[in-house]
């Protein structure tokens, strides 16, 4: 099981003795899906099948499908006379003629030349439901060669967050280790200060160690410590699995930095401070990550 990126590229062809398709796929990063479908004239009427398929298989992403249809059978053709334009022409070329400046009868050749007086077209056959199944199955060819990419990719982006998640439990293991000592020299340089501001005054012993506890306690961080504990427990556990998390771990990173911003604030300890901001810098390198995850 892996995550699944949102980049990818995927490329399939077939025919059934009447039309060869042709499909190409690639897809990017978006908050959303955001199906962008370029059809042929013929295919207009498919589209929201289409849609309801790509809607099936893929969640997020900015993808961009291009169509090709070409007839592999003979086409019909049509020619369209504009009868009364050639009858028209055709008396004023008489009257001309009679005056002797041109020839009395005009020859087809001489009507191609004229705008809007002859068309030929190459008709197209009619799209059948023959023609329907083909299209789904290069559809999904195509899909299946871009769904591969995305999830080798994806393995990629699992490999990196794996190292990211480590480094941020390695940052974590040491705020914890030097918690403890860092908050006891706080109360160390707490009562110092106040023993030096008191300058000789008397202050019970007893008020003095509440007064610190106090401090201390409002600048201990074991409640943050737990809580990036228990979120980098949990981004272990999302990147063991597999589908669409680009949500979820966008949003616990989020939680990663707010508690490391709430830990930051609280601390008092120039190596604790350092070590914080070392985590937060991997903590964005985290959610840079994660914007690729399906």
Known sequence: MTLHSMTGFGRAAGENGRYRVAVTAWSVNHRHLDLALRLPDLLRPEEQRLRRLL???????????????????????????????????????????????????????????????????????????QDGRLLAEVCGAALDQLEGARRAEGTRLAGALSDLAGELER???????????????????????????????????????????????????????DRLAAHLAQLRQLLGRDGALGRRLDFLAQEIGRELNTLGAKCRDTEMVQTVLDAKVVTEQVREQVRNVE
């Open 55 to 129: 809607a099936r298989r893929l969640q997020r992403g900015r993808v961009e499908m291009r169509f090709a249809v070409e007839p592999l059978s003979g086409s019909p053709v049509t020619v369209e006379i504009r009868e009364e334009v050639v009858r028209a022409l055709q008396a004023a070329a008489r009257g001309l003629a009679a005056d002797g400046l041109l020839s009395a009868e005009l020859r087809l050749g001489d009507l191609v030349r004229l705008p809007d007086t002859v068309r030929v077209a190459a008709g197209e056959e009619a799209w059948d439901e």
């Open 171 to 225: 940052l974590v293991g040491e705020l914890e280790a030097r918690r403890e000592e860092a908050r006891q020299a706080l109360a160390e340089r707490t009562a110092a200060r106040i023993a030096e501001l008191l300058a000789g005054a008397a202050l019970p012993a007893e008020r003095l160690a509440q007064e610190v506890a106090v401090l201390a306690e409002r600048s201990d961080v074991q409640e943050e410590l």
